[in-house]
């Protein structure tokens, strides 16, 4: 019998839920424009559980650079004004977000109109999560560091925002 800590546990099934390959939610392209302004792409995917999610990505300017693209995703069947925490801990709804961002980097944005067609930096925002006694709990932005990292991104910078205590993540795709 194999004796295994907790952690070399952890690891692993993140390892296998967060392969390359996992298995994601169907999803769709449900909403893009692109012409006047800047370009906005808005994908949808339900869960297991019945909740709808929207991910959206949309380019942003820069007057110092060729701009970014931001990515935000959110349960938009959850009553709020602002991004919320389902508490389902659903690690499919994170490949499904990773498949989709593949999509548009393999599909979506090769089609796109110069410049366009050349972002590779991207920006996503995520929520933090408290532990019970009310301090931040750092293990959402590892799993997305740890992503990323699966994905083949080498160099994104997975940080906390101290004013929000939300997670940002800034990555180049090749």
Same mark, same amino acid.
Do not use: H
């Given at each position: 019998?194999?004796?295994?800590?907790?952690?070399?546990?952890? /690891?692993?099934?993140?390892?296998?839920?967060?392969?390359?390959?996992?298995?994601?939610?169907?999803?769709?392209?449900?909403?893009?424009?692109?012409?006047?302004?800047?370009?906005?792409?808005?994908?949808?995917?339900?869960?297991?559980? =019945?909740?709808?999610?929207?991910?959206? +990505?949309?380019? &942003?300017?820069?007057?110092?650079? +060729? =701009?970014?693209?931001?990515?935000?995703?959110?349960?938009?069947?959850?009553?709020?004004?602002?991004?919320?925490?389902? =508490?389902?801990?659903?690690?499919? #709804?994170?490949?499904? #977000?990773?498949?989709?961002?593949?999509?548009?980097?393999?599909? #979506?944005? $090769? /089609?796109? $109109?110069? $410049?366009?067609?050349?972002? &590779?930096?991207?920006?996503?925002?995520? /929520?933090?999560?408290?532990? $019970?006694?009310?301090?931040?709990?750092?293990? /959402?932005?590892?799993?997305?560091?740890?992503?990323?990292?699966?994905?083949?991104?080498?160099?994104?910078?997975?940080?906390? &925002?101290?004013?929000?205590?939300?997670?940002?993540?800034?990555?180049?795709?090749?």
């Amino acid at each position: 019998m194999v004796k295994l800590s907790r952690r070399k546990l952890r /690891r692993l099934i993140l390892t296998e839920i967060l392969d390359k390959d996992a298995d994601y939610y169907e999803y769709e392209l449900a909403y893009e424009e692109v012409g006047f302004g800047d370009p906005l792409f808005e994908y949808e995917f339900f869960t297991k559980d =019945g909740l709808l999610y929207l991910l959206k +990505i949309e380019f &942003n300017s820069s007057d110092s650079s +060729i =701009g970014e693209w931001s990515i935000e995703f959110d349960a938009s069947d959850i009553p709020s004004d602002t991004f919320r925490l389902t =508490g389902s801990f659903d690690l499919k #709804v994170l490949s499904t #977000v990773t498949q989709i961002i593949k999509d548009f980097v393999r599909r #979506v944005r $090769p /089609r796109l $109109p110069d $410049p366009f067609n050349s972002v &590779n930096n991207f920006t996503c925002i995520a /929520r933090q999560e408290k532990t $019970p006694d009310g301090r931040p709990d750092y293990r /959402r932005a590892r799993i997305y560091a740890y992503i990323l990292r699966k994905q083949g991104i080498d160099g994104a910078e997975v940080n906390m &925002n101290q004013s929000t205590g939300d997670i940002v993540m800034n990555f180049v795709i090749p």
